[in-house]
């Protein structure tokens, strides 16, 4: 069955190929025919007035966000510092070879090395906790921290700023539980290649209760979705908006110059992803920091040499968060359209995180869930309200924008906000866009392999005909214009909700048990350090 759709999928890339050669309105008229229905049903909108409308998709990803929260006891805030803790190395003996072989026992050893005496008992994995982060990171840090911010504001004013960092927090949750799933049932090859996420969490977690099947029909609906999702939201969107930047930067006229600049951009990213998780980690641990490092410093800048203006800006924050006045919406509107970007900013709830947070290197799943939750923390609270205020304070006398009157380019009205302090920022903030894209598309191709993989089985020729049509939608992404094809590529992203979103409440009791384990494993070197024991994390 796996080589037979195997082969229909390569049997129809030349049909692709001649489709792209045609017309881009060729393409969106079909897609929109035969795709509509799908994106109309994954964004339909619930009324509660003739005023407002909620996306059903937000209230399930708000609604599991909550959940988690309050099951978890505010782990979101309670493992914060302990999350730091993870990432800056402290707990890597315990998490290497396990807290007992280490410091459970504390009878001394009579002329002998502890760490001599260590089996090679290792844990499992590819990659370190920053690493796994960054590149969980590069997939949601991008367009949406720049450009979605400022649609916010627009529609629902600076109030709509608090309502994102809310859904940034109570997202810190949802993260934490899908990455500890995401590690605790991940499948480990023979060569050490870690495959995970939640197609692995749905069949082996449901397995273990009773509900095999049911299990077995939501992982394979996520594993489409998300190979639906790399190809658009997280390929052709990307190489879409990064080649739109370049050649309107430069003043390219040619009609050649989005392919052109494709062609580039796929050679790039087929060297990174030619070389699995590894390759990938390897350059988001570099990449990621040094672009969000950047654009933060930038903001720094702009609030530095504004800073008689943030309380004001704070206190048209607070003000509209709670008040919606003069805003569409009102209240409720301005409610849902921070919620609404900060939810899909940092894709929390979504499972994608859970792909590449599953390749870390611990014998402790919730480990990872833990250094999981700083990122809605970094890509929301940190990066979108550091946009929102720039654009606040450099928007008082309402140059750039009304508020309440949605705008659609939302990377020029950024731009044109660093530019007032930053002259020519506009040039760096399209480097930025470049790196964004770059960097959310190599991610998002692992997440899509690993769908793939789940699907038609692992194997070379697997690998090369996935990597060949990601390669090949990077082209046609930075060469054609496809709205249909991208309101359909994001819908399957959010589509992903639904099946994550029920394996991970009914898994939540196996989450809990996970994080006891780890909190437990914790205390131990603590308390074994406390009497006099040698921290072995040097020695890891």
């Known amino acids: 069955m796996k080589k037979y759709l195997l082969s229909l999928f390569t049997l129809t890339l030349p049909f692709l190929t001649f489709a792209q050669e045609t017309s881009s309105e060729k393409i969106d008229r079909v897609f929109k025919e035969y795709t509509g229905w799908f994106v109309d049903a994954i964004f339909y909108e619930i009324p509660f007035s003739e005023t407002y409308q909620i996306p059903w998709v937000l209230i399930v990803l708000i609604g ?53 005496t260590l089996r090679d008992d290792s844990a499992h994995g590819e990659v370190s906790h920053f690493q796994a982060l960054t ?9 949406g921290n720049i450009a979605g911010v400022a649609v916010a504001l627009s529609i629902g004013g600076p109030g709509a700023t608090f309502w994102m960092i809310m859904a940034g927090l109570l997202g810190m949750a949802s993260k934490f539980a899908e990455c500890t799933l995401g590690v605790k049932y991940r499948d480990v090859g023979e060569d050490g290649t870690v495959y995970g996420g939640p197609m692995y969490y749905l069949t082996k977690g449901f397995g273990e209760k009773g509900m095999k099947g049911f299990g077995k029909v939501l992982a394979v609906l996520f594993a489409i ?61 570099k990449v ?14 702009i609030l530095g ?25 009102g209240l409720v509107g301005v409610m849902i359209q921070g919620i609404r970007r900060g939810a899909f900013s940092n894709e929390a709830g979504v499972g994608s995180a859970a792909i590449a947070h599953s390749a870390v290197r611990t014998k402790y799943p919730a480990s990872e869930g833990i250094v999981a939750l700083l990122e809605p923390f970094v890509d929301t609270v940190v990066i979108c309200t550091m946009t ?28 044109s906000a660093f530019d007032t302090v930053i002259p020519h920022f506009s040039i760096i903030l399209t480097i930025a866009v470049i790196l964004f894209a770059f960097s959310t598309m190599i991610s998002w191709s692992y997440y899509g392999m690993q769908g793939w993989i789940f699907l038609f089985g692992k194997g070379k020729l697997s690998d090369l005909v996935y990597k060949i049509l990601f390669l090949f939608f990077v082209v046609v992404g930075a060469s054609i214009s496809l709205g249909a094809v991208i309101d ?33 494993a914790i205390n131990v070197k603590e308390e074994a350090l406390d009497e006099g024991a040698e921290d072995l994390t040097k020695h890891m």
């Open 288 to 301: 990621v920091p040094f672009m969000a490092g950047i654009y933060v410093l930038a903001a720094l800048i």
């Open 388 to 415: 929102a205020l720039v654009i606040v304070i450099t928007n008082f006398d309402g140059q750039f924008m009304e508020y309440g009157v949605p705008i659609k380019e939302g990377v020029e009205l950024t731009a």
């Open 225 to 285: 979705f998300v190979i639906g999702g790399s190809f658009g939201g997280g390929n052709m969107f990307q190489a879409n908006q990064a080649a739109a930047q370049f050649t309107k930067l430069f003043d390219m006229e040619s009609s050649n110059a989005g392919m052109y600049f494709g062609f580039v951009m796929a050679f790039l990213v087929a060297i990174v992803i030619i070389g699995g998780i590894k390759r990938i980690a390897s350059v988001t641990e």
């Open 135 to 143: 590149a969980a990171l590069s997939a949601t840090v991008g367009l």
């Open 64 to 116: 599991g966000a909550l959940f988690f929260t309050i099951n978890f006891k505010f782990i979101n805030f309670t493992g914060f510092r302990t999350a730091i803790r993870v990432v800056q190395g402290k707990y890597e003996d315990i998490e290497k070879h396990g807290a007992d072989t280490l410091y459970g026992d504390q009878t001394p050893n009579e002329d002998e090395n502890i760490i001599e």
């Open 488 to 520: 359909f590529s994001d819908a399957m992203i959010f589509a992903m909700v639904v099946p994550n979103i029920i394996g991970v409440i009914v898994l939540s009791p196996v989450i809990s048990r996970e994080l006891k384990k780890y909190m437990k």
């Open 305 to 329: 040499a504004n800073w008689h203006l943030i309380d004001d800006a704070f206190g048209l924050i607070f003000e509209g968060a709670f008040s919606g006045l003069g805003i569409a919406g």
